[in-house]
């Protein structure tokens, strides 16, 4: 098994910044894609960013590219999601997930690909 565990989240004015934090335990040696998703009030969980593990392959879903960095460190068993311009649309419940699988192309951008889940941090995006 695989726990994550997120933080980082708050409360910040449109055009601010958060950094997200997601560190993984257990058996993390099984993990080959890590992935942050948001889910908003109302609407399903969508896809935000991913990294493959060992090589760094990131992707991220269209509305958050140029402003959302995904970046890992495995020394320390994390992943971070920093949101820079920030919009009052990304508002919503951010959740750090990971594969048992290396996704490197869109098959990455699914919930149900994933195998573990963190519990989510709230993101609150005021304009």
């Known amino acids: 098994q695989v726990q994550l565990v997120e933080s980082g989240g708050g409360l910040v004015q449109a055009g601010g910044s958060l950094r997200l934090s997601c560190t993984a335990s257990?058996?993390?040696?099984?993990?080959?894609?890590m992935g942050w998703f948001r889910q908003a009030p109302g609407k399903e969980r969508e896809f935000v960013a991913r990294i493959t593990w060992s090589g760094g392959n990131t992707y991220y879903e269209d509305s958050v590219k140029g402003r959302f960095t995904i970046s890992r460190d495995n020394a320390l068993n994390t992943v971070y999601l920093q949101m820079n311009s920030l919009k009052p649309e990304d508002t919503a419940v951010y959740y750090c997930?990971?594969?048992?699988?290396?996704?490197?192309?869109?098959?990455?951008?699914?919930?149900?690909?994933?195998?573990?889940w963190g519990q989510g941090t709230q993101v609150t995006i005021s304009s």
């Open positions: 997930a990971a594969a048992k699988r290396y996704y490197s192309g869109t098959e990455s951008n699914t919930v149900d690909n994933y195998d573990y």
């Open positions: 257990g058996r993390t040696f099984s993990i080959y894609t």
